[in-house]
């Protein structure tokens, strides 16, 4: 189940340094960038589009790569629809899990276990635009001329214990994220990246339903 989640959160288009961001510069005003994000993030009620994940393993050479849809929906709905190159899916609604493969399905409170509770808010916090309110991290803003990265050190237990960063690129036109970067303390590397955004478009509550 543990992986189920690292899948998550993912969830950049380059592999970037811990301290030091080619081609970016740090935000000088952070208050205004917060405000920005979160005042932008409110205006998207639905996201949909399409997503590329890239596992990057310490111990194997090779790159494991799959394709899917993404679907976001406030308040606090995720779907996520892997086609390639296998069936899988995995649904966030408030504090409910689902995931589903072709052998089994698995259904989990996050309320149950504090490390789901902390990466579905990572989740959550990067689709509605209030990652610099998560006190479980420590951030940095840097930007270039068409993004901003922000980059989330873990300060608490459980999240130290398995990440050793995870950044995220947002948009600078509409402040959507663009690509979510995951390292983790074995060296793995968990890379999104979302393309073919659709804003506000009509969602149906029926695809976020975990029965």
Do not use: H, W
Not at 175 to 193: A, C, F, K, P, Q
């Amino acid at each position: 189940m543990r992986s189920s989640f690292l899948i998550v959160i993912f969830i950049l288009s380059a592999q970037f340094g811990f301290s030091q961001y080619t081609g970016f510069t740090p935000v000088a005003d952070l208050a205004k960038f917060s405000s920005a994000f979160a005042g932008a993030s409110q205006k998207i009620r639905s996201i949909k589009s399409n997503f590329v994940q890239v596992k990057e393993l310490s111990m194997l050479a090779e790159k494991i790569t799959s394709k899917g849809k993404f679907l976001f929906k406030k308040e606090s709905m995720v779907r996520m629809e892997y086609t390639q190159p296998f069936q899988y899916l995995m649904i966030l609604n408030r504090d409910k899990i689902f995931v589903k493969d072709a052998q089994k399905e698995n259904k989990v409170s996050a309320k149950s276990n504090k490390i789901f509770q902390q990466i579905n808010q990572v989740m959550i916090d990067c689709m509605q635009g209030t990652i610099l309110s998560n006190k479980d991290f420590q951030t940095r803003v840097f930007e270039n001329k068409t993004a901003y990265l922000v980059e989330m050190v873990p300060v608490v237990k459980g999240l130290k214990a398995m990440f050793k960063y995870i950044n995220v690129t947002v948009d600078k036109n509409d402040y959507s994220v663009n690509t979510i970067e995951m390292l983790e303390l074995s060296g793995d590397n968990t890379t999104l990246r979302f393309s073919n955004k659709e804003l506000n478009t009509n969602i149906e509550d029926a695809l976020f339903n975990i029965k």
